[in-house]
């Protein structure tokens, strides 16, 4: 008789798992930014990692995983903005909704569609790529223009060949490897003859609400 069910396995393999890549993938973010980049912009192993964790593993695996991530985010480097008094200010949580927004984007793009398909995953991190540049080049622009101070912002034309496709390219580059740990060494085991879909509603939604 075994002392640990199939369930609580689960949970524990998630969280150890989980824990083991954000500490890994941060890292190596942190440390080697220069070895990751192209062009003037970096791969954002975090930013994928949470994607790919929402499009495999479901909505509560990309929500969580990227609050947490984005948590590190934060804590680690968070962005700073011109404030309304034109001071120089560290801003709070803004790693927090843009990772857990990417998460959750991940865990809902055509997945039940294309039953989580490895190719496909590749252009939802594209896709989702695309949406946090383009949401952040307006972001920032309508800010600088609201509060009348110059932007650092290129063009929209230079700005999509010199930071919007080599962005692309470099997450789509990093996912890769990333497909490759979470589907034969991620958090959820996809062993077996077993649908996708009801492996992740197994093992990867219901599991949260256990821990």
């Not at 470099?170 to 497909?179: E, F, G, K, R, T």
Request: glycine letters at 10%; one cysteine or more.
């Amino acid at each position: 008789m075994s002392i640990v069910n199939t369930n609580t396995r689960s949970r524990i393999r998630k969280v150890v798992v989980y824990a083991i890549y954000i500490i890994l993938l941060s890292s190596i973010q942190v440390s080697f930014p220069d070895k990751l980049g192209f062009a003037g912009q970096t791969a954002d192993l975090m930013f994928v990692f949470v994607i790919l964790s929402g499009y495999f593993n479901g909505f509560w695996d990309g929500a969580i995983v990227g609050f947490v991530c984005g948590l590190v985010r934060d804590v680690f480097s968070p962005p700073a903005v011109v404030g309304l008094d034109g001071e120089v200010r560290v801003t709070a949580f803004i790693g927090v909704l843009t990772l857990f927004a990417a998460g959750i984007v991940g865990s809902a793009f055509f997945t039940k569609r294309m039953h989580r398909n490895v190719p496909f995953s590749i252009v939802a991190v594209v896709f989702v790529t695309a949406c946090y540049k383009i949401l952040g080049f307006l972001l920032i622009f309508g800010w600088s223009t609201m509060i009348d101070v110059p932007s650092s912002l290129y063009s929209p034309s230079t700005a999509f060949l010199y930071s919007f496709l080599p962005q692309l390219l470099l997450n789509a580059i990093a996912a890769i490897p990333l497909i490759f740990l979470l589907r034969f060494l991620g958090p959820v085991s996809y062993r077996g003859k077993a649908e996708k879909d009801k492996i992740v509603d197994k093992q990867g939604e219901g599991t949260w609400l256990g821990i």
